[in-house]
């Protein structure tokens, strides 16, 4: 029997939820109630008196009302405030950058020197020091309507954010002072202190899903990344939740009850869940789960056994009495269904999987059936939904939740230790070799499901289906209360520890050994940080990373994949152009950087400290490896005084031995020119291609000199400069051409006399051009690890074993 205020308060929610997806009156739901109560009345009299059923009938009407009423407020000023304006209000939240483009809310505080309300979503070039929440800022552009989204309603997205307006790329801003601390700021402090724990803990991309699952940030996370987790159904995972308050509630029982009662430990828990809900943000996941945790607490100190269900039917009635726009909210709906999936459905399916297995092998296996079917349940419970906001359906889903679930609780662990201990030397190294594996193993495992064919597909879904599946699923939870409850024979072993422990020992072992670097090789590795250039130069155990790539924290990534150690000996910026010299502070926040290293006219414009370095100063990283500076010319050369700001970069040559890399930064013709008049010994093996393959650079006297084998381009995918231009590509023809857009990093590795080129994994397949000329043979060398490498020597042979094992290969 449904309780009478259960029965009130869904009646409540479905007028609201009426209202949001039916239009029409308050008589409709009314209407709906009133049939379905006297339906049960003819029944089963004793479950519907006649009170229960007009009650109903009146918060059916009064939920639609609500809604109604909330959708007819007369919208703030700013949402017909259109044409150029001056805003000034308090980001959110951290702005979330992506290349060289930065994204932030801001509620206002004035317009047009008025006071004002309401908010506003603004785009614009990413500033050198990062826009955090709680900044104060003024910027003065064009209000605009947000802009028409091909499959997606995203006005309507933005004003259940409360949204009404944007501003792209003001044309001028500036930080203002902040004014006195709210009461949130020890909390926002906090926050910042814990995201940077995990930052100095664990590598990219480990450390975006890690903040992403324990506070809600949104990190540094790429698109392909963010792609894979979406197109497995796994995105609700790595934000926060209502499994990180359960789990949150749980250990601190835990632990609690250790030293004192059960019951007072469950109310110390009941304690906490305020702040970590004012910590993480009261998105809607998180107060359903902490309404439902209240309820679940009290009603266990007071000896109550009430259903689950019941505590989210009256979450979900509370906040969407308080909040009738929450009825359109794609993450309340997502986490609605999902909580409903794990109450109602998961039991069915557990006991469906044990019923069919022995007494014995279903008690040894109950743990492992248990997370499969949590899994399985919350998947379908969010289809409807799911497939309604985003017209996508992913058919991998289900195993791919429950493949990662076990992932995402270690993962959870991974960023609580890390959270609140990464600040001790000791716990940040051990979570940066060995835990980051965790996190790093769940995003391998949801890319990797992410490339099955027809992991996802386009789909629409009307209303009726959603309410069908909802039926059948009800149908199928029916069916399975008939059926008895499986027998687990109490004798049985469960899964033993000590083997599970052994497999995992053995994981992280195979794990550790796949991800070091071998460092028999010296490297120059071009990473793939998008539009933008970041090179590392490592020697053993010293490394050098030139340049630091776009504002977004792609190096982050890109030096995770690489290997690099947590120690820098340098870190060489070769000019302030925000692709090249955006992502020094994150670097320099995330590693142990000795020192910075720039032109006197560079560090002016960076946002830390440094030392000045110029023509003719030479880097050490061991008797083999030496980085030289062979340009800018002095102010006074040539005329060069009042030069570009690209061709006043730093042209650093790296040398291996016998072998030589070029990294030409951005210069253009006339520091080119400069470079081939200065006599200076240009050639090289491998050229960094001069300003991402402009048709500003290059010029062919400037190839000519150089005379490279490989000649690799930094460049963005689809970036909107044209980079690299075909002209360009043509004038290194002969050369083994490499770019990051299509064969992502690019790795030059040398002994000192031999040279191999060894290119990632293709995003899409490369276009690859043969070496014609002679003497610069091209072979695949396979080694141990199957990997493919050029191999280029003096002359024409080429190396005929793998450069890091030693193993022969086949000769092609």
């Known amino acids: 029997m449904v309780p009478s205020l259960a029965a009130i308060a869904g009646a409540l929610a479905l007028g609201?939820?009426?209202?949001?997806?039916?239009?029409?009156?308050?008589?409709?739901?009314?209407?709906?109630?009133?049939?379905?109560?006297?339906?049960?009345?003819?029944a089963a009299p004793a479950h519907a008196p006649a009170l229960l059923i007009v009650a109903a009938v009146a918060a059916g009407g009064a939920g639609h009302a609500r809604y109604a009423a909330q959708a007819s407020r007369a919208p703030p000023a700013i949402a017909s405030a259109a044409g150029p304006r001056e805003l000034t209000g308090l980001l959110r939240e951290d702005a979330l950058v992506r290349g060289l483009v930065a994204r932030f809310d801001i509620d206002l505080e004035r317009l047009d020197g008025a006071p004002a309300s309401?908010?506003?979503?603004?785009?614009?070039?990413?500033?050198?020091?990062?826009?955090?929440?709680?900044?104060r800022v003024r910027l003065r552009g064009k209000v605009e309507r947000p802009p028409a989204v091909a499959g997606f309603d995203y006005a309507s997205y933005l004003r259940g954010r409360g949204i009404h307006a944007v501003v792209a790329f003001p044309r001028e801003w500036e930080r203002l002072a902040p004014g006195p601390p709210g009461p949130g700021a020890w909390l926002r402090a906090l926050r910042r202190w814990a995201t940077g724990n995990i930052e100095r803990s664990l590598p990219e991309p480990a450390a975006a899903l890690a903040a992403g699952v324990l506070l809600g940030e949104r990190g540094t996370m790429d698109r392909d990344t963010?792609?894979?987790?979406?197109?497995?159904?796994?995105?609700?995972?790595?934000?926060?939740?209502?499994?990180?308050?359960?789990?949150?509630?749980?250990?601190?029982?835990?632990?609690a009850s250790a030293v004192t009662s059960r019951r007072r430990a469950a109310l110390a828990g009941l304690a906490l869940l305020p702040p970590y809900v004012l910590l993480v943000g009261p998105d809607p996941p998180v107060v359903r789960a902490a309404i439902m945790a209240v309820g679940l607490v009290l009603a266990s100190v007071t000896g109550r056994r009430t259903p689950g269900w019941l505590y989210l039917v009256y979450a979900s009635t509370a906040m969407l009495a308080a909040t009738p726009s929450l009825a359109v909210d794609v993450a309340f709906q997502l986490s609605v269904s999902a909580t409903a999936g794990v109450i109602v459905l998961a039991p069915a399916l557990r006991d469906a999987a044990l019923r069919r297995l022995s007494p014995g092998v279903a008690a040894s296996l109950a743990p492992l059936v248990e997370v499969a079917a949590t899994a399985t349940a919350?998947?379908?419970?969010?289809?409807?939904?799911?497939?309604?906001?985003?017209?996508?359906?992913?058919?991998?889903?289900?195993?791919?939740?429950v493949i990662?679930?076990?992932?995402?609780?270690?993962?959870?662990?991974?960023?609580?230790?890390?959270?609140?201990?990464?600040?001790?030397?000791?716990?940040?190294?051990?979570?940066?070799?060995?835990?980051?594996?965790?996190?790093?193993?769940?995003?391998?495992?949801?890319?990797?499901?992410?490339?099955?064919?027809?992991?996802s597909v386009p789909m629409r879904v009307p209303l009726l289906a959603g309410a069908l599946w909802y039926v059948a699923l009800g149908?199928?939870?029916?069916?399975?209360?008939?059926?008895?409850?499986?027998?687990?024979?109490?004798?049985?072993?469960?899964?033993?520890?000590?083997?599970?422990?052994?497999?995992?020992?053995?994981?992280?072992?195979?794990?550790?050994?796949?991800?070091?670097?071998?460092?028999?090789?010296?490297?120059?590795?071009?990473?793939?940080?998008?539009?933008?250039?970041?090179?590392?130069?490592?020697?053993?155990?010293?490394?050098?990373?030139?340049?630091?790539?776009?504002?977004?924290?792609?190096?982050?990534?890109?030096?995770?994949?690489?290997?690099?150690?947590?120690?820098?000996?340098?870190?060489?910026?070769?000019?302030?152009?925000?692709?090249?010299?955006?992502?020094?502070?994150?670097?320099?926040?995330?590693?142990r950087v000795d020192s910075v290293l720039a032109t006197d006219r560079t560090l002016r414009a960076l946002p830390v400290a440094g030392r000045v370095l110029g023509l003719g100063d030479r880097i050490h990283l061991g008797a083999r490896t030496t980085i030289d500076v062979i340009a800018p010319a002095p102010a006074s050369v040539g005329g060069l005084a009042e030069r570009a700001p690209n061709d006043d970069s730093l042209v650093l040559l790296v040398r291996i031995g016998e072998r030589r890399v070029l990294v030409a930064a951005d210069i253009e013709a006339d520091a080119e020119a400069w470079l081939v008049r200065s006599g200076q010994d240009l050639r090289a093996d491998a050229l960094v291609?001069?300003?991402?393959?402009?048709?500003?650079?290059?010029?062919?006297?400037?190839?000519?000199?150089?005379?490279?084998?490989?000649?690799?381009?930094?460049?963005?995918?689809?970036?909107?400069?044209?980079?690299?231009?075909?002209?360009?590509?043509?004038?290194?023809?002969?050369?083994?051409?490499?770019?990051?857009?299509?064969?992502?990093?690019?790795?030059?590795?040398?002994?000192?006399?031999?040279?191999?080129?060894?290119?990632?994994?293709?995003?899409?397949?490369?276009?690859?051009?043969?070496?014609?000329?002679?003497?610069?043979?091209?072979?695949?060398?396979?080694?141990?690890?199957?990997?493919?490498?050029?191999?280029?020597?003096?002359?024409?042979?080429?190396?005929?074993?793998?450069?890091?094992?030693?193993?022969?290969?086949?000769?092609?």
């Open 404 to 455: 990662v679930a076990p992932l995402y609780e270690g993962t959870l662990v991974v960023a609580l230790v890390a959270g609140f201990a990464g600040w001790a030397d000791l716990v940040a190294s051990a979570a940066w070799n060995v835990a980051a594996l965790v996190p790093l193993a769940f995003l391998t495992t949801a890319e990797a499901l992410a490339r099955a064919p027809a992991a």
């Open 475 to 591: 149908w199928a939870v029916a069916r399975a209360a008939r059926w008895p409850r499986p027998a687990l024979d109490p004798h049985a072993g469960r899964v033993p520890v000590g083997r599970t422990v052994g497999l995992v020992a053995v994981a992280i072992a195979v794990w550790a050994l796949a991800l070091s670097p071998a460092k028999a090789l010296a490297r120059v590795e071009v990473l793939d940080v998008g539009q933008g250039l970041a090179v590392l130069v490592s020697d053993g155990g010293r490394a050098v990373l030139i340049d630091a790539g776009p504002p977004d924290g792609a190096v982050l990534r890109a030096l995770a994949r690489a290997g690099a150690p947590r120690r820098l000996d340098a870190l060489a910026i070769t000019h302030a152009d925000a692709d090249h010299a955006g992502g020094t502070r994150e670097v320099t926040s995330r590693f």
């Open 118 to 135: 309401g908010s506003v979503r603004v785009s614009m070039r990413a500033p050198a020091v990062p826009l955090r929440e709680g900044d």
């Open 226 to 255: 963010a792609e894979a987790l979406r197109v497995t159904g796994t995105t609700h995972l790595v934000v926060v939740s209502g499994q990180n308050v359960a789990m949150l509630l749980g250990s601190v029982v835990a632990l």
């Open 378 to 401: 919350a998947t379908l419970a969010v289809v409807p939904p799911q497939a309604a906001a985003f017209e996508r359906l992913s058919l991998i889903a289900v195993p791919a939740n």
């Open 689 to 812: 291609v001069p300003h991402h393959g402009s048709r500003t650079s290059s010029t062919p006297a400037f190839v000519a000199a150089v005379r490279p084998r490989v000649a690799i381009v930094s460049v963005g995918r689809g970036n909107r400069y044209g980079h690299p231009a075909p002209e360009v590509l043509q004038r290194y023809e002969g050369a083994v051409i490499r770019r990051t857009d299509l064969d992502g990093d690019v790795s030059v590795r040398s002994d000192g006399r031999r040279l191999w080129m060894h290119p990632a994994a293709p995003r899409r397949a490369p276009r690859r051009r043969r070496a014609g000329a002679a003497g610069r043979r091209r072979a695949r060398c396979a080694g141990a690890s199957g990997r493919l490498y050029c191999a280029f020597s003096p002359g024409a042979a080429c190396a005929a074993t793998h450069p890091e094992t030693g193993a022969p290969r086949a000769r092609p």
């Open 16 to 42: 609201a939820l009426s209202a949001a997806s039916l239009g029409g009156s308050w008589w409709l739901p009314a209407s709906l109630v009133g049939v379905a109560g006297l339906a049960v009345r003819a």
